[in-house]
């Protein structure tokens, strides 16, 4: 790990200018680029005190050993540069995306004397007209097959053409009337060519035109009676229509334009692509990345962007693009798009309309691609498998951790703390087995300690029932087992009491997951150490910059980013800590919805909600006479005395604060608003 003060340029030497900087490791491989639009306060950001940076980019500058920069004249010569050097370089602490699979185009080869209409994959080909991408490649052949009654262009291949044209008899499409027959001469090549870009105007969505062009054929060929040629020309202008079908009208306005929306987490992102034109979409694609430096949704639409229209020139780049965050600064990737176009580009947030509306399913679909990248993931037996491997491999183990229990610690600042255990049986949540603990052994906010009581608690339970031979202790209330989410019984065939319930906690992990450092994984040890099992391995896994920490090693272990094995200690304890969280929120939300009502004798539900209703808060009905309360309907002078006497006896709460203002919230009857506030500081 290098210490960055070691490469640090001296004062001075970086030019106040924009430009493009690239780090180099050791062995002088590039490990990041970036732009900037004055490179000396952009590279001053990497050189500040560790503990400020954030923690992918604290491991990207201790990963490197040196670092250069180029000048440019322009941000968008910045942005250009960039953008070259990260496909050349591919370096691993820049967002990368890639694609799920590949995508099927309809492409035209106007780059021939005789164009054809096929079906391609991979790299874009110059000359070549691309439309698409389509979801499959039997939706491209549907539409060309609709289309070549009217547009009758070739779509053979180079040999099929070459032989038609030897023996002086065209294919099977020739006969038929779905090709012009150009291989035996029955159009000229600059004929062809214009059915080509015929077929080529229609794909790109100028279609209006065209169909009402036919549709005056028609009707002159009726008035002329010809009516074989009439029914011809309407069987095209059907086939035309059903082809135009199979892409709904999205934007009345037949806008060109490609929609980008974002979905992410912590550790990936995916992208999903709508590209309509002529208000219908024409194609759709997505992308799936690891969040592998400092990123936010803007950096995430910049590089997206970069991406898709990095190779691309003239109409492949829409007039508009509409995205869910804007670059910081926008003007140079406006710039730059423009100038990829040759004409002006809107790049834009859409506010209202079917624009936001069309965004909104966008998203959707982003969403439901980041789902099924981490199902698809998780799933695999293969993947999980290897990931079990790479765990056992790099934390020194005899087998592979079958049995995974991760623990977590929650509080609100020092409030209601309490921990979470969640089992992963290869690789895979077992819910049931879920537990849940409140730390009783001392108050206030201190995880390492809170960790080694969980710990111990949870072991004494394993050796409890590992002595009792099958005789089942009653589990204490605060370790009460998980609510019934619907997952299956994960404890299906395994030792049962008298009354068939399954064994808890009589079973240990090879694995035990502690969320944090050195300090917390010390912590689980020592519990350990204190009851004698030495045969369970232990492990931390610290938030802040992914590294897996072990007993009594000054150094941690770093996985690759691309390691399955710390993809699947990220989901166990990402699983870990929704847990603890959402038990830690209800435990919160009863103390808040707590109330000195609560005490009265015979005071029920209804009485309660109409005194609060009628005064609006504690603080009003605490200030009132007893006739004031007897006011209420169906509160007597009796009760109206009791509930005087409670309130009066009962200190009055703090005053509630929203820390989202700062205001202070004086009706405490209604402790929701404060509680909202607060959602953002837990732990």
């Not at 035109?209 to 008035?223: G, N, P, S, V």
């Not at 859409?350 to 199902?375: E, F, I």
């Not at 707590?594 to 609006?616: M, N």
Request: include cysteine.
């Amino acid at each position: 790990m290098a210490d960055p003060s070691s490469y640090r340029p001296k004062p001075g030497q970086i030019p106040d200018s924009p430009g493009v900087y690239k780090f180099r490791d050791d062995h002088g491989r590039v490990i990041y680029v970036g732009k900037a639009k004055s490179l000396r306060q952009r590279l001053a950001n990497y050189f500040q005190d560790l503990a400020g940076l954030h923690p992918r980019t604290r491991t990207m500058v201790t990963t490197a050993a040196s670092v250069e920069w180029t000048v440019v004249s322009t941000e968008v010569e910045a942005l250009q540069l960039e953008y070259s050097w990260i496909k050349e370089f591919d370096p691993r602490f820049n967002v990368k995306y890639r694609d799920d699979k590949s995508y099927p185009y309809l492409a035209v080869t106007l780059n021939e004397e005789f164009p054809r209409v096929q079906v391609m994959r991979g790299a874009k080909k110059k000359g070549v007209r691309y439309f698409g991408p389509y979801g499959h490649a039997w939706a491209i052949r549907e539409t060309v097959d609709l289309m070549l009654r009217v547009f009758p262009v070739r779509t053979c291949s180079a040999g099929v053409f070459k032989r038609s044209a030897q023996i002086g008899r065209p294919c099977l499409l020739g006969y038929i009337g779905k090709c012009s027959a150009p291989c035996v001469g029955r159009v000229s090549a600059t004929e062809h060519r214009e059915l080509a870009e015929e077929f080529c105007d229609f794909m790109a969505g100028r279609t209006g035109a065209y169909i009402r062009r036919l549709e005056r054929r028609m009707q002159d060929a009726a008035e002329e009676m010809e009516y074989e040629r009439a029914a011809r020309l309407r069987d095209d202008i059907g086939a035309l229509k059903r082809a135009m079908e199979k892409s709904a009208v999205v934007l009345a306005d037949a806008t060109d334009a490609d929609l980008i929306a974002v979905a992410e987490d912590e550790l990936e992102a995916a992208v999903q692509i709508f590209h309509v034109r002529g208000g219908r979409v024409r194609g759709q694609r997505g992308w799936v990345t690891d969040k592998v430096e400092a990123v936010t949704t803007a950096g995430l639409v910049e590089h997206a962007l970069q991406q898709l229209y990095g190779e691309e020139r003239g109409d492949a780049v829409p007039k508009e693009v509409l995205v869910p965050a804007l670059p910081e600064p926008v003007e140079p990737v406006q710039e730059w798009l423009a100038g990829r176009r040759g004409s002006q580009v809107s790049l834009r947030i859409p506010q209202r309309g079917d624009k936001k509306d069309l965004m909104a399913t966008v998203q959707r679909n982003a969403q439901q691609a980041l789902g099924l990248h981490k199902t698809k993931r998780a799933s695999d037996l293969t993947t999980r498998s290897r990931a079990l491997e790479e765990i056992a491999r790099a934390l020194g183990l005899d087998a592979v951790p079958l049995r995974i229990e991760c623990f977590d610690i929650s509080h609100l600042q020092g409030e209601d703390v309490v921990a979470s255990m969640v089992v992963f049986e290869d690789g895979l949540a077992r819910k049931s087995e879920y537990r849940r603990f409140q730390i009783k052994t001392f108050e206030g906010q201190d995880d390492v300690r809170s960790m080694h009581e969980v710990i111990g608690r949870r072991f004494k339970r394993y050796l409890q029932e590992k002595q009792k031979s099958g005789e089942w202790t009653e589990e204490p209330a605060d370790e009460a087992p998980v609510e019934d989410d619907g997952a299956p019984d994960a404890m299906a065939g395994r030792p049962t009491d008298e009354d068939g319930r399954p064994k808890r906690f009589a079973y240990p992990p090879q694995l035990v997951v502690v969320d944090g450092g050195a300090p917390q994984v010390a912590a689980a040890r020592r519990a350990l150490d204190e009851l004698g099992i030495d045969d369970v391995a232990v492990c931390g896994l610290a938030k802040r910059l992914e590294e897996v920490w072990l007993p009594d090693d000054d150094d941690p272990v770093v996985l690759p980013r691309s390691s399955e094995g710390l993809y699947l200690l990220q989901r166990v304890r990402d699983e870990a800590h929704r847990f603890a969280i959402t038990y830690q929120r209800s435990k919160r939300t009863k103390r808040l919805k707590s109330s000195p009502l609560d005490a009265v004798a015979g005071l029920g539900e209804t009485r309660r909600q109409a005194l609060l209703k009628h005064f609006g808060s504690l603080k009003k009905l605490r200030a009132a006479t007893i006739d004031e309360i007897c006011e209420v309907p169906g509160v007597g002078r009796k009760t109206a005395e009791t509930v005087a006497a409670a309130l009066a006896g009962a200190a009055p709460s703090a005053p509630a604060v929203n820390t989202a203002t700062g205001e202070i919230i004086e009706d405490d009857g209604v402790p929701s608003a404060a509680l909202s506030a607060e959602r953002g500081q837990d732990r």
